[in-house]
């Protein structure tokens, strides 16, 4: 049977195909009337492209030896018929493991050596550096060898406590969680850094992340996995040992990189089938089990319905065998539902608006250009209905006026050229509050306020006061775009009144949501800013990464705010350029007319039979438009429904591997 997860997953796949085929269907409809011009094609485009390249990231997190890689394989990876991820007894995952697929890219573990750390250099560059990284190759038509190349992950060496304590390793303040040297003195550490697992299983094919991290020491090592991986991951799975309970290591894992997180944190209370007694009854067993549950729940400060009792190798057993009563036996069906449940309509939500918000202004700018058009055609229409019997010396006198009010509206190129370079220096006032000088800027003075800080305790302060000072910036760009909406909205009455435009205001670029993102970068930023993490601050390594990270994710918030705000104008000023273009072209038509028809009554109820015509195809062009956005829409607002667990054959590993091919 796949997991619960898997049918929630295909589904949410299935609606993403559905608004791709629909998108596909608006962008070639919009070709074909001729309304779409370059900026909304390339926004149409970027839209097909997120949704197929969307990420779902869900993050594993404990202390070592909480069975993390094993539940990682009972929910994501049992229909493989086998374990992906080494789980033995004892540590297994030395490194962060990553598990993604991308099919541009060989099947392969990639493997990045511990030794990077030394050179300074972010694990963002490195992933662009195939030469970096150690690859082994996987070969999934023999499934025998998928386990053993996936050890690799697990390889450990020995190196001196000075070159530890350059690697991250050792802290002579915190002598407890230190490696216990051997008897040469040397101390066992990761052999490598981070670990790439690009893998065709159809959920990975389909989007899905899944993050396996390490224990407290690696965690607290790598400030890129606990500053950039986990502050952007979906989902964080948080794993602790039914048998232990809530360690202190435990608990210094949530309290120090999960604890701000908990909104979108599971907490899973593994191997309850350790708890399991022969001479306890089953009632006094599941009562034992529901008492380390609200412990568990009471110790971490969460409601009791996010922590999750459950046993991964029960799981994971009982869906290789199958057996149905083992599978219910290991509580694991509740988790899935609930991380089903909440985590895969988040996404969609995310999608749903970004579609609907694109969609209806890509529909609303077509609706706008036929519609110049029908306005156009009218006035044309009235002119020619006004010919009627009219001879050829009054024809001319039209003709007349009609050059003549074709040479006063090339009078307004002037004032549009007024209109260009105002508008092109508001927006770039708008622009230089968000660019990137001033961003780095902003990094550069918090990064030397903290170290300048007594002990590091002013860090969160000053960081508090950059966040502020961030969101001023933020809003000061949304008020200049208001004010060139403003500028705007004056100018296109004008025009519309004294030239005969018909220049519509589309609503202003809504910066809310970069506002929001600066509010999460706040609060997944903060915890490594308090007096716990002092001694950290005052290490140069992390103050580095910290930074590099920082300006990482403000940087992609800025750049999408730049983007909104210059979409928005490159919009407009298409816009105004469409009509002028357009209204020109209504002037040459007129005037073309009026030379054939001079004074033919035929020719003229020919041509006014054909402005009717005309009408009515734009008519029934603007209904289609209509029907297609609603199709688009309508597709984006289906919910997504899990799909019932289907039997898969005995050897599902074949369907892998021609998923793969």
Known sequence: MTPAFSGSFNALEQWREGVRARLEG?????????????????QLASLHQRLASDKLVVAFVGEFSRGKSELINAIFFADTGRRVLPATPGRTTMCPVELSNDPTQPIAVSLLPIATRLAGTSLAELRRDPQAWTHVPLDVTRPDQLPSALREVMGTQRVSVAEAVA?????????DNNPRPDDSGRVEVPAWRHALINYPHPLLRQG?????TPGLNALGAEPELTLGLLPSAHATVFIVGADTGVTQSDMAIWRDHLGSRQGAAFVVLNKIDALHDPLLTAAQVAAHIDAQRTATARVLGVPTHRVFALSARQALVARIAPDPD??????????????????????????????????????????????????????????????????????RLIRQRIEQEALEFEHCHTRLVALRGLHARLLDEALEVLSDEHLKAEVHRLVTEIKASVLKLGARKAFAAV??????????????????????????????????????????????????????????????????????????????????MLLARLDAAWDGARSDIESWNGAMTTHVEVQLHERRRSFQKRAEALSRIRGASDELELRIADIEQQDVQLQQRSERLAAVTQAVLASAATAVASEPPIDLPGDTFVSVRQASA
């Not at 608006?26 to 390339?42: I, P, Q, R």
């Not at 899905?208 to 396996?212: M, R, S």
């Not at 895969?344 to 890509?362: A, K, N």
């Not at 700018?365 to 020619?384: F, N």
């Open 467 to 548: 966040c502020t000072r961030l969101r001023k910036r933020l809003t000061t760009a949304s008020q200049q775009a208001q004010e060139i909406r403003d500028m705007l909205a004056g100018t296109f009455s004008h025009l519309n009144a004294e030239f005969g435009f018909g220049l519509v205001l589309m609503p202003g670029p809504d910066l809310s949501r970069f506002t929001d993102e600066l509010d999460a970068i706040d609060s997944n930023y903060t915890q490594y800013l308090g007096l716990g993490q002092a001694l950290r601050l005052s290490q140069p390594q992390f103050m580095a990464q910290f930074r590099r």
């Open 208 to 212: 899905l992340v899944v993050l396996d």
């Open 326 to 395: 083992g599978l219910a036996a290991s509580r694991i069906a509740e988790f899935e539902a609930a991380l089903s449940a909440e985590l895969l309509p988040q996404r969609q939500q995310v999608l749903q608006r970004l579609i609907g918000d694109t969609v209806t202004q890509l529909a609303q700018r077509a609706e706008r250009r036929l519609g110049d058009t029908r306005r156009q055609i009218a006035e044309q229409m009235l002119e020619l209905r006004g010919l009627r019997g009219k001879s050829s010396g009054r024809l």
């Open 26 to 42: 608006l962008a070639a409809y919009l070709v074909e009337l001729g309304t779409a011009d370059a900026t909304d094609l390339s």
């Open 167 to 175: 690697l991250g390793f050792w802290d002579e303040s915190n002598a």
